[in-house]
C-alpha cells in the first residue's frame, strides 16, 4: 500500500473510493472533472444514496437534480454509467433507471434495517422484557409485604392478602419464563434469517466459491421470506411489522435482476477479450470469483468468516485451471499476455466493486 497526497497516483488506481466529510468546508472541488480526467478510463458504478443531497450541494433531490450533478461530474471523462446503487426513493430510481437508462440495484443496508425494525424490537419485547417485568412485580410484592411486617408498631386491622398476590405474581414468572424460550428461539432465527439475507444478495456463494443460479437464490429467498412469515404470525408482531415485511420481500425480484446483470456484465467483459473457450472459463469461475471472496474476506468483521472466505479464495487461486489459465498465456507475445492480465484484473475490481456497492453489511453476512 502506497500513502500519497490527493491526488497523486490517481492515474494509477483501478478503482477510487471517496469517503470524507460531505460539507463545502472540507470537500468541495476535492472530486471534479480536471481530477477524475487523470484517472483510467472505466464503467462507474453510481451509488447515489452515499451522496443523499449533501456532495452535489443540490436544492432538492428531485431526478432531474441529481441527473444535472452527475452530467456536470462526468464532463469530460471517458465514463459510462451502467448501474446506480440507492434505497426506494422514487427520484433515486427515476434518476437511475429513467434518465441515465442505467440498471438499479436496490441496497441492502435498507432493506436488512426494515426488516430488523419489523422484527427485533417486538420480539425482544417478547422474549428478555416480559421475564423482567414479570420478575420485577414478584419483587415488588415481596418487598412490599416485608415493609409491611417491618412496620412497629404494625398497623390495626387486617393486613392485605400478601400471600395470594405473591403466588399470582410467581404465577406471572413462571408463565413469562416458559413462554420465553419459544421467544427467544425466534429472536435467533430472525437474526439468522437476516444473515442469509445478507449472504444470499452476492453473486457467489461462499462455501464453494461458485456462481449462486439465480433460479437458487429466488427459491432460498422465498423461504427465507416464508419463514419470517411464520415468525411474525407465531409472535402476533403488529400490523405495521408485518406490512414491513410485505414491503421488502416485494423486492426479491430487483435483487435477483441484480444477480443477473452482474453475470451479463461480467460475460460481456470478457467476450470482449475474444479468449480461448479455456482461458475464458478460467477467468469466468476462477480468477474473479476469487477476487471477489478476496474483497468480501477483507471486509468480514468475524474472525472465523473472514478466515474461511481468504482460504476458499486461496483455493481458487491455485485451482489447475488457473494453472492451465497461465500456462497457456505464457506461450502468448508479452505485450498481449500484459494487456491480457491488466483487463482481466481490471473487469474483475470493476465488476466486485459495481456488485460490492449495493451497501450489504458482512455484519449480516458472517
Known sequence: MQHAEWPQCIEEADFIVVTCAAYPQYSRHMLNAEVLAKAKPAYAWSSSAVARGSTNYGADRKAATWTQALQVAL??????????????ATALR?????????????DLFHGLHEVSKATSLHLVRQSDATVAAAQTRWAVERATQQACEDQSPRPCGRPPAFAARIHAALSEVLQAEIAHTPAQARQCEARELMRELGI???????ERGQAQPVEQVAQRLNGVWTRLGSIAAA??????????LAKEQRL????????????ATLQGQVDAFVLPLTLERTLVEQLIPALYLERVAARSTHAKSRH?????????????????????????????????????????????????NVGGSLEESA
Open 235 to 244: 409472535a402476533e408482531l403488529p400490523t405495521s411489522a408485518r406490512e414491513r
Open 252 to 263: 426479491s425480484p430487483q435483487l435477483l435482476a441484480t444477480i443477473t446483470f452482474f453475470f
Open 200 to 206: 444470499l444478495y452476492h453473486p457467489y456463494d461462499f
Open 308 to 356: 474461511r472466505r481468504r482460504t476458499l479464495s486461496r483455493q481458487l487461486h491455485d485451482h489447475k485451471l488457473l494453472k492451465r489459465f497461465l500456462a497457456h498465456g505464457a506461450a502468448l507475445p508479452k505485450e498481449e499476455l500484459a494487456r491480457l492480465g491488466c483487463n482481466a484484473q481490471s473487469t474483475a475490481k470493476q465488476l466486485v466493486w459495481g456488485m460490492w
Open 94 to 106: 427515476r434518476h437511475v433507471e429513467g434518465e441515465l437508462d442505467a440498471h438499479h440495484s436496490p
Open 75 to 88: 464532463v469530460r471523462l471517458n465514463v459510462a454509467v451502467i448501474q446506480g446503487t440507492s434505497d426506494e
